[in-house]
């Protein structure tokens, strides 16, 4: 009898202790399914690996950075080789040191005390820029590396393209000459580097690096010494030559080096002090900054339609700026599609596993994208034909209604029972924007009275293209950055539907490398004028509500205008390359410059 009391009552505290735990949950509040954009939708198919995407964005900016291009150049074109520099490097130490590297080169390394002032020089002034550059050799120089095995090339002259360019592929001297490698336009074509309106070949590592060994191997045959290669290299090798003759038949470099150019003067030391801060870097306490990413951990793969950088980064969630910088022959940020031609992207091995697992969805996506052609809101604006105001008639047809919080032109309409379009003719709006307490005058023969004054927004799965939300200010102000804090039960795919974009374009803006935020946290939603919007009929494509015949129309009879800011490192040819069918003569017609002197911050106005 006791064991069964003692039964029963364990039996009721259990069922008790379910209950409880169960009480709460039941109270959990459900929060709504978030409703994915079309990318997500297709991004939501991906069979994705979990392996790490490595990238870091220090890495990318130095990479892409002109400073240490700038300086390096600065240096080697106007450091005085015979005036001694305060540097505490021992000369004998330095001469030992030297030694030893010629002793496992094929160059002819001496010491001169031209070479002991630039190495100083280098020391003094420019530690922290070699950090920099050895982090980025280990992504170029295995490159480097391989092709001038191949060819019989000495590996030392890995250390010429820091020389050349400081490593950036987008390097573009004041004449001209682009890449690694510094190849002038006719030497490229020469080399079978392919140069147009989509590609320069150039500024590709390897198709370039390739071109540069080929050189290398012709020049020694012709001079047979590996430092008048260098110095053909710098001033081709007609002015070697001449050097020669003028030197009475000498065939070295210090030799002839005295009636060589002038930059050419400093070229080869440049280099061998390039090779002594690589290889004595510790010694000198030079740390080098790593890099994350390095070309093993790269792969490439055939494009077989024309893709754009920021397509391929909305669907693989990475930077567009890592795209940018593994891809940098390709000018426009759009990889083409030629037929019989080959053209590659190179990613990180992770994404290129993402890319290849999901290549049916991605090209449905870039199919899918290419029927919308929607273009960036400033240049809509720029260019679409601008609506002539109707007359107004007078002031006793029409009703008034002031513009209240979260109204739209969509749900006004429908209250007062209206065409949208009328709505807009009657109040000369020329886009779907309306300001936040604006009076919109309304001729309808519903009773204003009726109407409730908060209009109802209609829901985002049920507006038409044509409708959009008040804007807190009038539309002819320039948006400002648009911000969000972070609530309670907030996603990162919440955020991006409620304010129509998408996550990975949060991500990029806020710096963020999950899809994991914190609460309180202030997000950037947008830093530019908010994109025209796409509709949901894939044949049309709104352009500040003009139809894409209007557009055309307009287009044909309207020159585009916009400001360019000079910055550091821009020359009138950098420029011109940045705006197709510009060149510098008409930079320089349009700005009144005569010498094609410019500065950083001059404020340049570029037409086409």
């Not at 910055?567 to 008409?586: C, E, N, Q, W």
Request: aromatic share 10%.
């Amino acid at each position: 009898m006791i064991v069964r009391k003692i039964s029963l009552i364990v039996g009721v505290l259990c069922s008790m202790s379910m209950f409880a735990q169960q009480s709460p949950s039941s109270e959990v509040e459900v929060k709504p399914e978030v409703k994915l954009s079309y990318l997500d939708s297709v991004k939501s198919t991906f069979k994705k690996n979990d392996v790490a995407a490595k990238a870091d964005s220090l890495w990318m900016k130095e990479l892409t950075s002109l400073d240490i291009y700038d300086d390096l150049s600065k240096d080697i074109q106007t450091i005085n080789s015979d005036v001694t520099v305060d540097q505490e490097l021992p000369t004998e130490l330095l001469k030992q040191r030297l030694q030893a590297m010629n002793e496992k080169s094929p160059f002819n390394i001496e010491y001169n005390q031209g070479l002991e002032n630039l190495i100083k020089s280098f020391l003094k002034n420019r530690k922290k820029s070699f950090s920099r550059l050895m982090a980025l050799s280990e992504y170029y120089f295995p490159i480097f590396e391989e092709s001038f095995a191949k060819n019989n090339v000495p590996l030392e002259i890995k250390y010429l393209a820091v020389v050349e360019s400081a490593l950036n592929p987008k390097a573009v001297s004041k004449m001209g000459a682009t890449g690694l490698w510094q190849f002038m336009y006719g030497t490229g074509k020469q080399y079978a580097l392919k140069i147009d309106s989509y590609v320069d070949e150039r500024s590709d590592p390897m198709k370039s690096t390739a071109a540069a060994s080929d050189y290398f191997t012709k020049m020694f045959e012709v001079f047979n010494d590996w430092e008048l290669v260098l110095a053909s290299y710098n001033s081709g090798p007609g002015n070697v030559t001449k050097a020669i003759r003028r030197s009475g038949g000498q065939t070295k470099y210090w030799d002839i080096r005295s009636n060589l150019p002038k930059e050419t003067q400093g070229y080869v030391p440049a280099f061998y002090a390039t090779m002594y801060l690589f290889e004595y870097h510790k010694e000198h306490g030079i740390n080098p900054e790593r890099a994350v990413v390095k070309n093993f951990e790269t792969d490439t793969l055939n494009i077989k339609k024309e893709m754009t950088f920021k397509q391929i980064a909305d669907l693989l969630d990475m930077p567009q700026s890592q795209i940018q910088l593994l891809n940098p022959s390709y000018k426009l940020n759009v990889v083409p599609y030629y037929q019989g031609e080959q053209h590659c992207l190179r990613l990180p091995k992770d994404k290129i596993a993402t890319f290849v697992s999901n290549e049916k969805q991605i090209y449905a996506y870039v199919d899918y994208m290419s029927t919308i052609r929607t273009m960036p809101a400033k240049l809509a604006l720029k260019v679409a034909p601008k609506v002539r105001l109707q007359p107004q008639k007078t002031n006793s047809d029409f009703q008034f209604y002031e513009v209240q919080k979260g109204d739209n032109l969509g749900a006004i309409a429908e209250k007062y029972d209206v065409n949208l379009a009328d709505l807009k003719k009657w109040n000369g709006l020329k886009s779907n924007n309306v300001a936040l307490g604006r009076t919109l005058k309304i001729k309808s023969d519903v009773d204003s009275s009726k109407i409730s004054k908060d209009v109802k927004v209609i829901p985002a799965v049920e507006k038409k293209s044509e409708e959009a939300i008040a804007a807190a200010d009038d539309k002819e102000k320039v948006a400002t950055p648009q911000e969000y804090v972070v609530a309670a039960g907030d996603n990162l795919g919440s955020i991006a539907k409620k304010f129509g974009t998408t996550i990975a374009e949060l991500k990029e803006l806020n710096g963020l490398t999950s899809n994991n935020i914190g609460l309180g946290k202030t997000l950037v939603i947008s830093k530019e004028v908010p994109a025209i919007e796409e509709t949901a009929n894939v044949n049309t494509a709104i352009a500040s509500n003009v139809s894409i015949e209007s557009f055309k129309k307009g287009a044909a009879s309207k020159k585009i205008s916009e400001d360019y800011y000079v910055k550091k490192g821009d020359s009138l040819y950098s420029i011109s390359k940045k705006y197709p069918g510009v060149t510098i003569s008409d930079i320089k017609k349009w700005n009144g410059i005569k010498d094609g002197d410019i500065k950083p911050g001059m404020k340049l106005k570029i037409n086409g």
